[in-house]
């Protein structure tokens, strides 16, 4: 793709957005920029992004309402899409309809590109996962770049990086509505399980998103697959690449378990006691790791090292502190019920879990089987968020009855505080989104974490300081609205209903 002299609308402008348009403007091409949400403008992102040269689309709306006029005056080649920006958005379809090349943030940045990529996808692990490999990857004396959706959009680094540095890429479903050309050395799929539905409708379309990550893989490629997980197992079936596995459960060409060991064919890599993080689904990760990491030839010894004294990520199951005899954990970053079953997996002593939030058309059903088969362990659960009767209407289905509805997100907490026991724990691991009452599962963490740091020192949860830091009361017809499923099964996309809507085709 040429650049100089060629004309990009982005299409969304937050984070994504402004490191696309900011890249481009480097390039010397023309950039236009829009929003659905006209207060974007005012902001930080989109004023350096005019001083740089970029200008708003304001044109648009005259497209936005007769998309069959080919001559509108909104002059541009080729739209970047932010991850944010729903396949089915209706500008996005009238603009495909149009025939313009439509092309994702990550897309853009693997053009803009010269080092190879391990990417790395699935429902639950990849932030871990990603944030191991850049560890490993460094402590071995390679120039390593994180990004993607782990926190830093690709573009942002995209044109710093040399033939001889490698990027870590967390990769997400949103991601993946948009690639073309993008292909990275290795891919990993980790896992997969319900989750975003509220925007792909049916895990048909869900898997067959991220099945994307391979479509580009040839030869001289590697997919580093989940042997335990079925459907990740059935994507093998039709790649061109070279595939290498992980299982806890088989002996398998890759990365596997035996005898309380991780082996990589053959070769003992080190002991699963040696690895520094608890829980099954930990092991996996680490499995996933050793598995790229001996692809991309770094040495035992040097990934043996860096997993022994790898710490975790910020806000999964992160131990924030004790107070009165309680452990609070912070498990923010779970977002889906798989995560927080893995998380419930994972608790030793008596504990209170707080799970809500914003739903994405989960059913929660299997988080209440699971709470009903460890009364012993989890004592009680405290529900908040958009998504908290609907939580309630799942745990009554299921015979669970121990069980508190909490109005707010401060209240939540201090309902958890008075039901945990000495000796035991409070597991803040919501398996919602965080959008009802926060920007972000990190801006939910961080406020976690204030909340019990101050619980520590001064032995009260207190009040939020500022009217920013409160969370917003739902309706009760947002809430009715929240619980209610997002589309009627029958008029959700079939997978090749859903295929049509992706601004990208595949051969």
């Known amino acids: 793709m040429k650049f100089k002299n060629e004309s990009f609308l982005v299409f969304g402008m937050q984070k994504s957005g402004f490191n696309s348009a900011l890249s481009l403007l480097k390039l010397g091409a023309k950039v236009y920029i829009y929003d659905d949400d006209n207060s974007v403008y005012d902001t930080a992102y989109c004023k350096t992004v005019i001083e740089k040269g970029g200008k708003i689309a304001h044109c648009i709306d005259k497209f936005k309402e007769n998309y069959e006029e080919r001559n509108f005056a909104c002059d541009f080649d080729v739209v970047v899409v932010s991850p944010g920006v729903k396949a089915d958005n209706d500008l996005l379809v009238k603009l495909k309809r149009c025939n313009k090349r439509i092309i994702g943030e990550l897309e853009l940045g693997y053009l803009l590109s010269a080092a190879p990529i391990i990417a790395v996808s699935g429902t639950n692990g990849k932030t871990t996962v990603c944030t191991i490999l850049h560890k490993v990857l460094t402590e071995a004396g390679e120039t390593c770049f994180l990004g993607g959706n782990v926190?830093?959009?690709?573009?942002?680094?995209?044109?710093?990086?040399?033939?001889?540095d490698v990027c870590v890429l967390e990769v997400s479903s949103f991601q993946l509505e948009t690639v073309s050309s993008f292909t990275p050395h290795i891919a990993v799929m980790l896992n997969l399980s319900e989750d975003h539905l509220d925007r792909h409708?049916?895990?048909?379309?869900?898997?067959?998103?991220?099945?994307?990550?391979?479509?580009?893989?040839?030869?001289?490629?590697?997919?580093?697959?989940?042997y335990d997980d079925q459907t990740v197992r059935n994507f093998a079936k039709?790649?061109?690449?070279?595939?290498?596995?992980?299982?806890?459960?088989?002996?398998v060409f890759g990365a596997y378990l035996s005898d309380g060991a991780i082996y990589y064919n053959e070769e003992e890599v080190l002991k699963v006691s040696g690895l520094s993080l608890i829980g099954e689904h930990n092991v996996e990760n680490a499995l996933a790791c050793v598995c790229a990491l001996?692809?991309?030839?770094?040495?035992?010894?040097?990934?043996?090292?860096?997993?022994?004294?790898?710490n975790g990520v910020k806000y999964r199951l992160e131990k924030v502190g004790v107070f009165d005899g309680v452990t609070y954990y912070n498990d923010s970053k779970s977002t889906n019920v798989a995560s927080a079953l893995k998380a419930v997996d994972v608790m030793e002593t008596p504990t209170v879990i707080i799970l809500g939030g914003k739903d994405k058309n989960q059913d929660f059903t299997p988080i209440f089987n699971s709470l009903k088969n460890c009364k012993d362990k989890i004592i009680h659960a405290v529900l908040m968020g958009e998504c908290r009767f609907k939580l309630l209407e799942c745990a009554q289905n299921c015979g669970y009855t121990q069980v508190t509805v909490s109005p707010s997100f401060s209240d939540a907490l201090?309902?958890?505080?008075?039901?945990?026991?000495?000796?035991?724990?409070?597991?803040?691991?919501?398996?919602?989104?965080?959008?009802?009452?926060?920007?972000?599962?990190?801006?939910?963490?961080?406020?976690?974490?204030?909340?019990?740091?101050?619980?520590?020192t001064e032995g009260s949860i207190g009040e939020p300081e500022t009217e920013s830091e409160t969370e917003t009361e739902t309706s009760a017809?947002?809430?009715i609205n929240a619980a209610a499923p997002i589309k009627e099964d029958s008029a959700r996309p079939c997978l090749a209903e859903y295929k049509n809507l992706l601004a990208v085709d595949d051969e």
Request: aromatic share 14%; with cysteine.
């Open 238 to 251: 039709d790649l061109k690449c070279k595939v290498a596995w992980f299982s806890a459960k088989e002996k």
């Open 201 to 226: 409708y049916t895990m048909e379309n869900y898997c067959y998103l991220k099945k994307r990550l391979f479509k580009n893989l040839r030869e001289s490629e590697w997919a580093v697959l989940n």
């Open 294 to 310: 001996k692809i991309y030839g770094v040495k035992s010894q040097v990934i043996k090292k860096s997993l022994s004294d790898f």
């Open 151 to 164: 926190g830093t959009p690709f573009c942002e680094f995209a044109l710093s990086v040399l033939p001889q």
């Open 477 to 479: 017809q947002t809430v």
């Open 414 to 456: 201090k309902v958890s505080r008075a039901l945990a026991v000495r000796g035991g724990a409070v597991l803040f691991s919501p398996g919602a989104a965080s959008f009802d009452m926060f920007k972000d599962y990190a801006k939910r963490g961080e406020k976690f974490n204030a909340v019990i740091n101050k619980l520590c």
